[in-house]
């Protein structure tokens, strides 16, 4: 079986890939998004030092020794801006392109029919326009993408990707895999919104890594939905030894980690920031909040952070590869992950397999439907709550610990890299049965 994987924000595609081939399923992966944390090296290269945010890292990870393997499939140019049309080349060759658009557009059209009073919106010839200028310069920059899909048996397309999908013609079954994606995306006034949701309804299988998206699945009307967990690779991520204090000068504090991006209507880190001020003047004056260098709302934490006075117990660092952030995880006291939205990403299990213990919002009737078995999470929402969780496991180390091998044993169980590989075998077979 042949599966490519296309769009590789937060590195999905290429973990996904990996770990299928490490199962026997012939896997390659399209990453063509541009970010730090969207590149290959980010998750497995033994990186050191600090990085722009849209600095390629293929040079910094050969002067460790990695490459990149051949089943990655990158562009040769990096755009931030994949629909653009501002280029006079770009308006010719889209132009070029009207007449073979119309009928899709139609197509499309009718299809986008039943979304119009859920989203109070129309589906545009505009839209289609700047989709197709996207697809146009992966042709170019990686490889024409009509072509590459019809090599695969499968193609399963992720964040806004599946578009591609609509507009390469892809003959065999696709599926569309969201990873927060689903939540407001579709909803929003825009070309890729509308076309997204179109895409969501015409895939063969929408697969679900985020358990509230739920909810965003059953309003655009989506009967194709599945939950597979997010590919997280335990072997990699376990417990073990650890150089981070020792780095940090901080062997004798009790060390909380946050490697959230600061998006405080996301994330709730002021929630966070007030919970830790308290703790640190009612609990515990030894303890440090580790928190990471990035998100749009940097400059809040801080000047909060100021404010609240508690400086001297905060340290920044810079966004940690992969291979750093474990070497954190495996240090930390306490992982905080997020204390709004009440579900986890990425954070919260790749600690727990680390062995460490979560506290973040975890809403447990949100992922009653997709567990057999809830996570050991410490949940909290407001800052009295997450210092009386923070109080707890300072005043019983033990109970971390506890809390820590029941979260690893329950990523064994619930969320490994077998179960999901085997889950998405599972789908890829379904999908190829149906289209036989």
């Given at each position: 079986?042949?599966?490519?994987?296309?769009?590789?924000?937060?590195?999905?595609?290429y973990?996904?890939?990996?770990?299928?081939r490490?199962?026997?399923?012939?896997?390659?992966?399209?990453?063509?998004?541009w970010?730090?944390?969207?590149?290959?090296?980010?998750?497995?290269?033994?990186?050191?030092?600090?990085?722009?945010?849209?600095?390629?890292?293929?040079?910094?990870?050969?002067?460790v020794?990695?490459?990149?393997?051949?089943?990655?499939?990158?562009?040769?140019?990096?755009?931030?801006?994949?629909?653009?049309?501002?280029?006079?080349?770009?308006?010719?060759?889209?132009?070029?392109?009207?007449?073979?658009?119309?009928?899709?557009?139609?197509e499309?059209?009718?299809?986008?029919?039943?979304?119009?009073?859920?989203?109070?919106?129309?589906?545009?010839?505009?839209?289609?326009?700047?989709?197709?200028?996207?697809?146009?310069?992966?042709?170019?920059?990686?490889?024409?993408?009509?072509?590459?899909?019809?090599?695969?048996?499968v193609?399963?397309?992720?964040g806004?990707?599946?578009?591609?999908c609509?507009l390469a013609?892809?003959?065999?079954?696709?599926?569309?895999?969201?990873?927060?994606?689903?939540?407001?995306?579709?909803?929003?006034?825009?070309?890729?919104g509308r076309?997204?949701?179109?895409?969501?309804?015409?895939?063969?299988?929408?697969?679900?890594?985020?358990?509230?998206?739920?909810?965003?699945?059953?309003?655009?009307?989506?009967?194709?939905?599945?939950?597979?967990?997010?590919?997280?690779?335990?072997?990699?991520?376990?417990?073990?030894?650890?150089?981070?204090?020792?780095r940090l000068?901080?062997?004798?504090?009790?060390?909380?980690?946050?490697p959230s991006?600061?998006?405080?209507?996301?994330?709730?880190?002021?929630v966070?920031?007030?919970?830790?001020?308290?703790f640190?003047?009612?609990?515990?004056?030894?303890?440090?909040?580790?928190?990471?260098?990035?998100?749009?709302?940097?400059?809040r934490s801080?000047?909060?952070?100021?404010?609240?006075?508690?400086?001297?117990?905060?340290?920044?660092?810079?966004?940690?590869?992969?291979?750093?952030?474990?070497?954190a995880y495996?240090?930390?006291?306490?992982?905080?992950?997020?204390?709004?939205?009440?579900?986890?990403?990425?954070?919260?299990?790749?600690?727990?397999?680390?062995?460490?213990?979560?506290?973040?919002?975890?809403?447990?009737?949100?992922?009653?439907?997709?567990f057999?078995?809830?996570?050991?999470?410490?949940?909290?929402?407001?800052?009295?709550?997450?210092?009386?969780?923070?109080?707890r496991?300072?005043?019983?180390?033990?109970?971390?610990?506890?809390?820590?091998?029941?979260?690893?044993?329950?990523?064994?169980?619930?969320?490994?890299?077998?179960?999901?590989?085997n889950?998405?075998?599972?789908?890829?077979?379904?999908?190829?049965?149906?289209?036989?």
């Amino acid at each position: 079986m042949r599966v490519l994987h296309v769009g590789n924000v937060a590195n999905n595609a290429y973990l996904n890939a990996k770990l299928q081939r490490r199962a026997g399923i012939e896997a390659d992966a399209l990453c063509d998004e541009w970010h730090l944390f969207s590149q290959p090296e980010w998750e497995d290269a033994p990186l050191e030092g600090s990085f722009d945010e849209l600095e390629r890292l293929t040079e910094a990870a050969a002067r460790v020794g990695w490459q990149r393997p051949p089943w990655v499939l990158v562009p040769d140019v990096w755009s931030d801006d994949p629909a653009g049309v501002g280029r006079l080349s770009e308006r010719v060759r889209l132009a070029a392109s009207i007449p073979r658009l119309v009928p899709l557009y139609r197509e499309l059209r009718r299809e986008y029919e039943p979304l119009r009073t859920v989203l109070d919106t129309d589906l545009r010839f505009v839209d289609l326009l700047r989709a197709t200028n996207w697809r146009k310069r992966l042709d170019r920059t990686v490889t024409p993408l009509a072509p590459l899909f019809r090599r695969y048996d499968v193609v399963q397309a992720n964040g806004p990707h599946p578009i591609l999908c609509l507009l390469a013609g892809t003959h065999g079954p696709w599926i569309a895999f969201e990873h927060g994606t689903l939540r407001e995306i579709p909803f929003q006034d825009s070309w890729m919104g509308r076309l997204l949701s179109v895409a969501y309804r015409r895939a063969h299988k929408v697969v679900l890594t985020n358990s509230d998206t739920i909810a965003a699945a059953r309003r655009l009307g989506l009967e194709n939905t599945e939950f597979v967990p997010h590919p997280i690779d335990e072997t990699k991520y376990a417990p073990g030894p650890s150089h981070f204090r020792e780095r940090l000068d901080a062997e004798e504090r009790f060390l909380l980690l946050s490697p959230s991006s600061h998006n405080w209507h996301i994330k709730g880190n002021d929630v966070l920031l007030q919970a830790f001020a308290a703790f640190v003047r009612e609990a515990r004056s030894d303890a440090l909040l580790v928190t990471t260098e990035w998100g749009l709302d940097l400059d809040r934490s801080r000047n909060l952070i100021a404010a609240l006075g508690i400086g001297g117990h905060v340290r920044w660092v810079p966004p940690l590869p992969k291979w750093q952030l474990i070497d954190a995880y495996r240090a930390a006291d306490v992982v905080l992950d997020q204390f709004l939205i009440g579900t986890f990403g990425a954070v919260a299990p790749e600690a727990m397999a680390c062995g460490r213990p979560v506290i973040m919002a975890f809403d447990a009737d949100v992922h009653r439907w997709c567990f057999s078995e809830l996570p050991p999470i410490l949940a909290a929402r407001t800052p009295d709550e997450i210092v009386g969780a923070l109080v707890r496991l300072a005043e019983r180390p033990d109970e971390g610990e506890r809390i820590g091998r029941e979260g690893r044993r329950w990523i064994e169980s619930h969320h490994s890299w077998r179960l999901v590989v085997n889950r998405y075998r599972a789908i890829y077979d379904e999908a190829l049965a149906a289209y036989s």
